[in-house]
């Protein structure tokens, strides 16, 4: 069966400081990925997502940006992390078509 | 004019209730249609699929209806349990979109 692994789950940096989220799933291959960001209370926001490797779309205009060096992995990084990039980040994957999408665990990441 | 859009909730309703969700969507090339259900501080998973037919998953039961681009949820005999936030979710080919949330609450 699949399965995503997303870490770490909690993550608390300071402003200005850089940013590695990493996310990866087994047991399928050439799966679609996603990175989500929520705000507390809040609903999911895409922020970015691949077809495949080396293919990245992205959502909205952000200091954030993602990699997908290898098929079943999602990099979510920042250089200089701000103020507003405080929020619980999910990374999902999904396989092609008219399939739903699945979720690891979540992020949540606070910034100081 | 969001993608999708859903009742504002939030809906408080007592043990045994039956209550009701609705969701339109925007985009009349839309394939598939979901809902997830979050607890808090959690990530949403996966409640079911819509169908055009519909269908009934024990006490849930979703509808679609694409004409009028409308998607609903039917939860019967509410259990304290069901208190959660449901999204509705819609896709077009890879392209996800999710609803904000509807916030229901169960109580004894």
Known sequence: SQ?????PATLVQ???SPLS???TVEGTSNPNLYWYRQAAGRGLQLLFYSV???QISSEVPQ???ASRPQDRQFILSSKKLLLSDSGFYLCAWKA???QPQHFGDGTRLSIL | RKEVEQDPGPFNVPEGATVAFNCTYSNSASQSFFWYRQDCRKEPK???SVYSSGNEDGRFTAQLNRASQYISLLIRDSKLSDSATYLCVVNRWNDMRFGAGTRLTVKP
Do not use: D, F, R
């Open chain 2, 46 to 48: 996966l409640l079911m």
């Open chain 1, 52 to 54: 495949g490797i080396g």
């Open chain 1, 63 to 65: 200091n954030l940006s």
């Open chain 1, 14 to 16: 300071p402003v200005g």
């Open chain 1, 21 to 23: 989220l990493e996310c």
């Open chain 1, 96 to 98: 092609g078509g008219n």
């Open chain 1, 3 to 7: 399965t995503i692994h997303q870490w």
